[in-house]
């Protein structure tokens, strides 16, 4: 969500991009990627090759083998950290990517750009495997489905100690309980940090009413006496050390915490959040779109989906997965958040530049409070 | 010869100009110029904003805090370490070894340790206390930039007491000075060039501080370092935080101008 428009950075970053791109391009050769190194210089004129660009650890690779084994195509396996090393390394052209998978902003920003290639939907035969409502969740950021393929979601939420909170945890109004003066983690980041007062508001997240901000802002100003810290990804740590007995994180962080804690547990609340997506996606350097779309069908399979998804276990848009879970899987609020939260998650959409510098604005009247 | 001595100064030629008279240069061309590339004196003026106002103030709070503590504590133990000649080598380097762990891993090892779940709070609770809120608090900042600055306030007062002649001293007290009219009339004055190069050693890094006070005042407090920070990274307008850069800039040139006149008008009533 952030714009990057400078001159000097720019050029600094396809310098970078530039170089992790050789580095990265060389690595894959003599990688754990041994067997498919080669296929980097066979991409241009073979066919029977794919270079798929996903997030790190984000997929079980044994769904990949058995995908190179039943359709004989060779697949470049990439990975990156965050969505902006992807757009770099994208960006600098050293790998001609077919597929991609990153995160709802980006996708929404490469679509304006046009550099993302229309999906032919009519080529895949496990599409009706979606579920509807993800698909209409991911209109927010692609108007009719054309350019992306969800693949794993996820939502903010409370994450909280059992141990220092004896009520039901179920609404955002328990971040301005001074019963847990000190006690309480919100979000470093401005967009997390307000959707908090607007959601228990019933408000939308992508309000762009002045009102409707500056309010948030006053609540989140009465709420700052009470509150321990303003974090990012040390607020995981700080509550598996129990430091705080509330905290707003993100479902994927949430699931690592109460793996390595389990006194702790996560709530989406019932005025609703932010929900997002990882998705894949042709970017328009594709050059073998008939594999990479049997790639995104292989992955909406639903023994693949139910593969990956026990690997990564982050809420699948499957519907046939889902059908299948136990129960308990089911209730499990870090991955699947009761209905009616869900019905009043949004995902966020981009406001426009003056809306950011809005934005930015109440930001620092809060810190600076 | 000439020729010679260009050769030796190059290295410290091509440092200066690439790393200091450069980015200098970049930072007044971002502050003095907008978006479209007009002159103007806007991202300057933006100082008077409140909010930037304020975390003026507030980094002068704590800076001023930081400096006086450190001044405070370091002063008699400066002079108590100038005065005995055994031990004082092994103090100093206890206050030197520190220095050579990176800053940060100290600021993130002093937040272990006050943490509400941290060492302290641990030795606490054996004893019945119960947990104290430490950290993420103008206090905890305070206590880090302390910690991270004292040693650059003793090495110049030690230094500067260490130079004070004992004769000076001897010839006062045979003469019937008390030990207080000693300190007041000998011992301070001959070492303020040691208080002034401190406080200017320990002022400057804490005004201009924010990575302390996001670890330790848990992104609570808003310090003018922290202002410039996020018009950098997080607002991506550089122009403003270049401005701001070169307005904390001026403010501390004023500070060591008044600093050193003060030093040298000390050094010449003598």
């Known amino acids: 969500m952030m714009k990057r428009k400078n001159r000097l950075r720019c050029s600094g970053i396809l310098l970078a991009a530039a170089l992790t791109a050789g580095i ?127 693949y794993f979601w996820g939502t903010v939420g409370i ?30 980041s401005m967009r997390d940090a307000f959707l908090v007062p607007l959601k228990l508001d019933g408000l939308s997240l992508n309000t762009t ?29 700080a509550m598996i050390a129990g430091d705080a007995a509330l905290g707003v994180i993100y479902s994927g962080d949430a699931t690592a915490a109460i793996d390595a804690n389990d006194r702790l547990a996560y709530v989406v609340p019932k005025e609703g959040s932010n929900i997002w997506f990882d998705c894949w996606f042709l970017p328009d350097s594709c050059q073998h779109e008939e594999n990479a779309l049997k790639f995104i ?23 046939a997965v889902y059908d299948k879970l136990d129960e308990e899987t089911k209730a499990d609020q870090t991955v699947f958040p009761s209905e009616e939260a869900l019905s009043h998650c949004e995902v966020y959409s981009y406001l426009g530049a003056e809306m950011e510098e809005y934005y930015n604005r109440l930001w620092k009247e809060l810190k600076a409070y | ?82 005065r005995s000649h055994q031990s004082s080598r092994l103090v100093i380097m206890l206050f030197v070894l520190p220095m050579w762990i990176n800053f940060m891993l100290r600021i993130l090892a002093l937040q272990m340790v006050l943490a509400n779940t941290g060492i ?24 880090g930039m302390t910690y991270d ?7 110049p007062l030690y230094n500067a007491m260490c130079r004070i002649d004992r004769d000076l001293i001897d010839a006062a007290a045979d003469l019937g000075a008390g030990r207080f009219v000693i300190f007041r009339k000998i011992v301070l004055p001959l070492s303020m060039p040691g208080v002034i190069s401190g406080i200017i050693m320990v002022f400057i890094p804490s005004i201009s501080e924010f990575a302390i006070a996001d670890i330790l005042g848990g992104s609570k407090i808003l310090l003018i370092g922290n202002v410039i920070e996020q018009e950098f990274s997080l607002t991506n307008n550089w122009h403003l935080g270049s401005g701001l850069s070169v307005v904390l800039m001026i403010f501390i040139f004023i500070s060591m101008a008044i600093m050193n006149r003060r030093g040298e008008s000390e050094v010449q009533a003598l």
């Open chain 1, 159 to 188: 994450c909280y100690n059992t141990e220092l909170v004896d009520e039901k945890v179920d609404s955002w109004s328990i971040l301005w309980d001074k019963k847990y003066t000190d006690e309480i983690i919100m979000e470093n």
């Open chain 2, 120 to 143: 302290i709070n641990t030795v606490l609770g054996f004893f019945g206390i119960p947990a104290q809120h430490l950290l993420y608090n103008r206090r905890a900042i305070l206590i």
């Open chain 2, 1 to 82: 010869m000439k020729s010679k001595r260009i050769c030796l100064t190059a290295p410290y030629l091509v440092w200066s100009v690439g790393f200091i008279v450069l980015p200098l240069v970049i930072v007044l061309v971002y502050g003095l110029t907008n978006d479209n590339g007009n002159l103007t004196l806007a991202n300057l003026a933006a100082i008077a904003d409140p909010i930037h106002l304020s975390a003026l103030g507030q980094s002068l709070l704590i800076a001023f805090g930081s400096t006086a503590i450190s001044l405070i504590v370091c002063y008699p133990l400066a002079y108590i370490l100038s």
């Open chain 2, 149 to 155: 600055y004292l040693p650059f306030m003793l090495l």
């Open chain 1, 209 to 237: 009413k002045p009102g409707d901000l500056n309010r948030a802002l006053d609540q989140l100003k009465e709420q700052k006496s009470i509150v321990m810290a303003y974090m990012v990804d040390e607020s995981r740590d």
């Open chain 1, 24 to 150: 990265c391009g060389c690595g894959a050769k003599t990688g754990e990627n041994g067997e498919s190194g080669a296929s980097v210089q066979g991409a241009a004129s073979g066919d029977k090759t794919l270079v798929v660009f996903n997030y790190g650890d984000y997929i079980d690779k044994e769904t990949i083998r058995m995908f190179e084994e039943e359709t004989g195509i060779q697949v470049e396996y990439e990975q990156y950290v965050t969505p902006e090393d992807m757009y770099t390394k994208y960006q600098a052209g050293a790998i001609p990517y077919d597929l991609i998978c990153t995160s709802d902003y980006m996708i929404e920003k490469m679509i304006s750009a046009g550099q993302v290639k229309k999906l032919d939907k009519s080529a895949m035969q496990y599409y009706d495997n979606l579920d509807p409502t993800y698909l209409k969740f991911c209109e927010a950021f692609d108007p009719g489905n054309e350019y992306a393929v969800p």
């Open chain 1, 297 to 319: 069908d292989f992955m909406n399979r639903e023994d693949i989906a139910a593969m990956n998804f026990d690997y990564v276990y982050y809420g699948t848009p499957n519907k």
